[in-house]
């Protein structure tokens, strides 16, 4: 069974009212071993309880703009080398061989706390625009060195 992947405007809707997670999880078994970049709407223990392999919880970021989290998720499967599980599962499709690539992406965004504080001072839609702005800028330089 092939599941489609969620559209942003589905992601924007399930997250109304909620703040939506960006995880990256090692999954592991007897057989194998490898890792999971996702987002969700839902806890994230929840939405991680139907994967049929043992789970390791390595980071999990939230922010306001679910736009900027698949952003980002999309970024970080892009720079890692993907990894096929033998067990199929929802969301079986992101798996990664490591998180070295991610890691190293997520700490280099110095700048996501200080834009966290901003949005003290900005209207939601404004910020989210402004933020979502602010990682493709940075994404773009870095395909540019």
């Not at 071993?33 to 939405?47: A, E, I, M, P, Q």
């Not at 499709?93 to 003290?120: G, P, R, Y």
Request: net charge positive; aromatic share 12%.
């Amino acid at each position: 069974m092939t599941k489609r992947k969620m559209s942003k405007d589905r992601f924007i809707e399930l997250c109304s009212g909620k703040e939506p997670y960006l995880y990256l999880v090692k999954l592991f078994d007897k057989d194998e071993s490898f890792y999971k970049v996702g987002v969700t709407s839902r806890d994230v223990k929840l939405r991680l309880s139907s994967i049929p392999y043992e789970i390791e919880i390595i980071k999990v970021y939230s922010h306001p703009s679910p736009v900027l989290i698949m952003d980002i998720e999309k970024h970080l499967l892009k720079i890692s080398k993907k990894y096929t599980p033998v067990k199929t599962f929802g969301g079986s499709s992101e798996c990664v061989q490591s998180l070295d690539e991610s890691i190293s992406f997520l700490k280099s965004l110095t700048w996501m706390s200080e834009f966290q504080e901003a949005n003290i001072n900005r209207s939601g839609k404004r910020y989210k625009a402004n933020f979502a702005s602010r990682v493709r800028q940075y994404f773009d330089c870095k395909r540019n060195l």
